[in-house]
């Protein structure tokens, strides 16, 4: 292997360095004495620059080109670099939101800090992956500390059930979707997914078969679960329910999109030869997710299980693009922005939840009673990410509903989907603005004060100035993510 | 353009409202108030120097503004004002000044109360300014979110079902709204956002069906703003649980937004649409007016009595915009393009009117109601005896609002008839039903509130205030000299009307000349 291409995986090595840092440092730093809380926080700290770091090699390989490493394992092109950085971003804004979260946690403390780089090292890999073999080692390597860190809260019976249920329900799905690549394998002979196309398609001439759309849909079954696409979608109330609260913002945002980035990847190269009527099936799940996420969200009471339906119904959102295709003119863009956009509300919105949570002492709504005169700061914010994930302008969120729902009416085939789209944010507002309400209109209040912590702060801090500066002005973002969609293929 | 004088209009309560949110609200709920009259009063000055700018000979827009925005989707912040929006622009800034003058009685949580005033300036301001879709379309709906918290803090009993229901009511409207204006921009060619030029590309002629579906698009925004008969539901509610200073707004400015989006939006884009659907639109412009005036007449609340007017008297806007595009046959008269014009003339200069008549009449009632904590019509009596000035200025704008001659109600909706006879005589005819029963149930309210034996419950009611005076007069006093002499504002309105009638090819005959048009006007006041 030329030692050249080392510097194609710079990300990588530098996340798998840096993961191994941190729990290493875990052993050597002074626990007692004056500075001992100080040195107590340093692999956070580590970690957190380590990762914003790693922006540095993403950087770096920008815009080169697309092109396949290590034998045509990896792809690197802009579409999976743009992940891959959002991907880091997240890791570092959990790891300020986890700091404070966990500070009475007696044991595995440091150890929480590494199980995030290797979670983010997994979706960097996954994002990129080429090849069969490799997808299914990166899906592993994102799901396994998944589960470690839903139950990361031994002492909480929630935690663990969310962790449990994870586990089950992530097992089954991987299974299937080996499956499903081993048919596609035994289809095509090569594990290679851009050699796969033009086999496969080779299949199909011939005649094909059964065989290759249950091969899809089982590959469905497994990404689908992944993120959190109706049928799919059963575990994600509970585990983002019983999980730690960062750890369920990392779950929302982090292998959701990189589960697109693959999704998108995989449908738009090998869905055509395994299932010409992949896109009507994909479009049907969509409106079936967002329809799904939207009015289950209406009845919720509880803070974080509203969000993860809330995280549904986004994958149905952002589903529209993966159908309409790389080949109509703001598809790929709009999922890139919008999944850039969602990072940015949903972090935001969870990191206000977290606030909340830890002042409260539960995520219930009914503890936000009133909280515009408690926290008039946060109550804003939380205001500003609602309205964002609703898509009103003057958000972000607003620009990646306009990109996607533009792209469905481009697409005149699609146009319904935004039709569907445009119904179920209207049915959103609803379960989003009560939560205003409870904020805003209450003359009560439930919490006297709010205790802040600057991890906490920082985040929604970023967030909002993105959410609102990104609303006002996309162009930087709209820049980027043209870079990242602009490409003939994704591999 | 030297300085973008519009720009700063748009944007000073923004100003406000930022400084504002750097207050403490309580220590400094003396110094908001006074930014908040401040800036609205400047704003409002700003307002008459660009009429004051304003050539009204001129066709076209003018005091335009253009710079890129969004570089990659072709969206240019891009502003301008002609005669349709200037009318609105001047009523905006005097009813949200003298609504935020009015509002210094409120007493709770007046920090976010006036930094949510003066983001619905900008909002609503915005609209009436803006000539790109994108722009447009993020100001109207920059506009619904502070009238979501006014109604939802501020309100009455039943406010946060009010408030909701308001906020999804006019979002369906608006993401019809949106999926049009991207169906548009797909469509056009070369790709733009820009009202003018998309109005100059007409690039749905081709494509009637395509049309066809933007046309009810666009339509579902904006009937449920204005609100047209059935859209209407969302309005009594709102109206009802607003604030004495919301519901000014929402009946002022905010109903206006649907009808401006009709005549700045669907009447040049999508002209053929309009013509093939303009008989719907009469129609439900119809039923709006008779059933307005119908809810309006049994209602015992006075709040609610003057939303249901509102539903009326936006009918009789809808119906000159829909005489305006109606399909005339080529056996019309001759001076069909006049009666056309003369509709749309009486429908922008209604927009104001109303703007001024009913935002008078919410003030009034929010009078009432701070004294005596009850609206209901039948609960008083004789207050004429005890409230003498308030009985003089109520009276004269419910007069107004039912049409008396030498006030402004008359003159618009007389030019709305006027207009509206050639295109649809039956439709306008019937309509005429809708202000006989609006006299019937104002004339019954004054008697019942103002006439008779007083009430002995209330003969302690002390009389209007200054401040409260302060807040009605400018209306009143508009609504004298817009009725005694309506000339520099019809004559504001008309050059744009004119210009939209026959670019738009919504008559085939020449039309008579300005002057002539003028004359016509003159003579049947004299």
């Known amino acids: 292997m030329p030692i050249d291409d080392l510097t194609q995986v710079s990300v990588q090595l530098h996340l798998t360095v840096l993961a191994i840092l941190v729990l290493a440092l875990d052993l050597v730093i002074p626990r007692r004495g004056t500075w001992g809380l100080l040195w107590n926080k340093l692999p956070a700290g580590v970690a957190t620059a380590g990762l914003l770091l790693g922006l540095y090699p993403v950087a770096l390989l920008w815009g080169i080109g697309p092109r396949t490493e290590f034998s045509g394992c990896l792809a690197i092109n802009n579409f999976v670099l743009f992940f891959q950085g ?79 249920k994870y586990f089950l329900y992530g097992a089954a799905a991987s299974a299937m979707m080996l499956y499903g690549l081993t048919i596609v394998y035994g289809l095509g002979g090569t594990t290679n997914l851009l050699a796969l196309g033009e086999k496969l398609e080779a299949h199909v001439i011939a005649g094909g078969g059964l065989l290759a759309p249950l091969a899809l849909v089982l590959m469905g079954v497994g990404l689908g679960y992944k993120i959190a696409m109706a049928p799919f979608h059963a575990w994600a109330p509970d585990v983002y329910e019983g999980a730690p609260t960062p750890v369920t913002t990392l779950l929302s945002v982090g292998p959701k999109a990189a589960g697109f980035a693959i999704v998108a990847r995989v449908l738009w190269q090998l869905g055509q030869p395994l ?138 085939t699609w146009w319904w989907l935004a039709l569907v789209g445009i119904i179920n944010s209207v049915i959103s507002l609803y379960y989003y603005m009560n939560v205003v309400r409870v904020m805003y209109f209450s003359k009560a209040r439930h919490l006297e004060r709010i205790r802040w912590s600057a991890g906490v702060a920082a985040v929604i801090c970023v967030t909002l100035a993105g959410t609102l500066a990104l609303g006002i002005a996309p162009m930087p973002l709209l820049s980027i993510t043209a870079h990242a969609s602009y490409l003939a293929a994704y591999f | 353009m030297d300085i973008p004088i519009l720009s700063i209009m748009l944007f000073l309560p923004l100003v406000g409202m930022i400084l504002i949110l750097f207050m403490d609200r309580e220590r400094d709920v003396g110094l908001i108030r006074w930014t908040a009259t401040v800036t609205s009063g400047l704003t409002l000055i700003i307002s008459v120097w660009v009429i004051a700018l304003f050539n009204s000979g001129q066709p076209g827009i003018q005091l335009e503004e253009k710079v890129p925005w969004i570089g990659q989707l072709g969206v240019n912040y891009h502003l301008g004002v002609d005669g349709l929006s200037i009318p609105l622009i001047l009523l905006t800034t005097l009813l949200t000044f003298l609504s935020i003058v009015y509002s210094w009685r409120i007493q709770e949580r007046v920090k976010e109360y006036m930094a949510f005033f003066l983001l619905l300036e900008t909002g609503t301001l915005g609209v009436f300014c803006a000539l790109d879709f994108v722009l447009f379309y993020v100001f109207w709906e920059v506009s619904l979110v502070p009238m979501y918290f006014i109604i939802g803090i501020w309100g009455g009993p039943r406010r946060e079902y009010a408030a909701i229901k308001f906020f999804i009511y006019t979002l369906v409207g608006s993401l019809a709204m949106l999926l049009a204006i991207l169906a548009l921009y797909f469509n056009s060619n070369p790709r733009t956002f820009d009202i003018i030029q998309m109005a100059q590309q007409n690039p749905l002629a081709q494509a009637p069906v395509l049309a066809a579906l933007v046309f009810w698009g666009l339509f579902l925004g904006f009937a449920i703003k204005v609100p047209l008969f059935p859209f209407h539901t969302w309005l009594p509610d709102a109206h009802v649980e607003a604030p004495t200073a919301g519901s000014v707004i929402l009946a002022g400015v905010l109903l206006k937004m649907g009808t401006y989006g009709f005549v700045r939006v669907s009447l040049p884009i999508v002209p053929d649409a309009c013509t093939e659907f303009a008989g719907w639109l009469a129609g439900l412009a119809l039923i ?22 509102s539903v009326n008297h936006m009918g009789y806007v809808m119906l000159g915009i829909a005489a305006a595009c109606a399909y005339v046959g080529p056996h019309a008269a001759a001076t069909i393009g006049d009666s056309k014009v003369t509709a749309l003339n009486g429908a922008v200069l209604q927009m104001f009117t ?150 738009h090819g919504f008559v085939a005959t020449n039309l008579a000349s300005v002057t002539s048009l003028v004359h016509h006007i003159l003579n049947l006041f004299a």
Request: hydrophobic share 60%; with cysteine.
């Open chain 1, 86 to 164: 959002i991907f880091l971003v997240v890791g570092a804004l959990v790891i300020l939101l986890s700091i404070d979260f966990f500070r009475n946690l007696r044991q595995g403390y440091n150890e929480y800090f590494s199980l995030i780089v290797f979670l983010v090292l997994g979706m960097t890999v996954l994002a990129a992956a080429n090849d069969l073999v490799v997808l299914v080692v990166a899906f592993e390597l994102v799901s396994i500390p998944s589960y470690v860190l839903a139950a990361y809260l031994r002492r909480d019976p929630k935690s663990n059930e969310a962790g449990l």
């Open chain 2, 354 to 503: 109303h703007g001024i008549i009913t935002g008078a009449l919410f003030f009034l009632v929010g009078v009432i109601y701070d004294r005596a904590h009850i609206r209901d019509v039948n609960a008083f009596g004789g207050l004429a005896k005890v409230m003498p000035v308030y009985a003089g200025i109520m009276i004269m704008a419910c007069f107004a609002s039912l049409g008396l001659p030498g006030l402004a109600g008359f003159v618009a909706e007389f030019l709305v008839f006027l207009g509206a006879f050639g295109s649809y005589p039956i439709i306008t005819g019937a309509a005429l039903i809708g202000v006989v029963i609006t006299a019937g149930y104002f004339l019954w309210t004054i008697q019942k509130i103002f006439l008779g034996p007083v009430n002995l419950q209330w003969k302690a009611l002390p009389d209007m205030d200054g401040g409260e005076i302060f807040a009605v007069a400018p209306l009143c006093a508009l609504m004298l000299a817009i009725g005694v002499y309506p000339m520099p504002i019809i004559g504001l309105i008309n050059t744009a009307m004119r210009n939209l009638v026959v670019q």
């Open chain 2, 288 to 309: 709006s007016i008779i059933y307005g005036a119908l809810c309006a007449m049994a209602q015992p609340d006075l709040k609610k009595l003057i939303a249901y007017s």
């Open chain 1, 275 to 412: 299932l010409g009527g992949w896109p009507m099936l994909v479009a049907i799940l969509a409106t079936l997710t967002m329809f799904t996420g939207n009015l289950l969200a209406l009845r919720q009471t509880n803070m974080k299980r509203m969000l993860a339906y809330s995280s549904i119904a986004h994958a149905g959102y952002m589903l529209i693009a993966v159908v309409v295709g790389p080949n109509t003119e703001w598809a790929a863009q709009s999922l890139v922005f919008y999944i850039g956009a969602y990072v940015l509300m949903n972090v935001g919105a969870f990191a206000v939840a977290i606030l909340v949570e830890r002042n409260a002492g539960n995520a219930l709504i009914a503890s936000y009673d009133g909280l515009a005169r408690s926290a008039p700061l946060a109550a804003a914010a939380m205001g500003i990410f609602l309205l964002s994930l609703t898509g009103i302008p003057g958000t972000v969120g607003f620009v990646g509903k306009f990109l996607l729902f533009g792209a469905a009416i481009n697409s005149q």
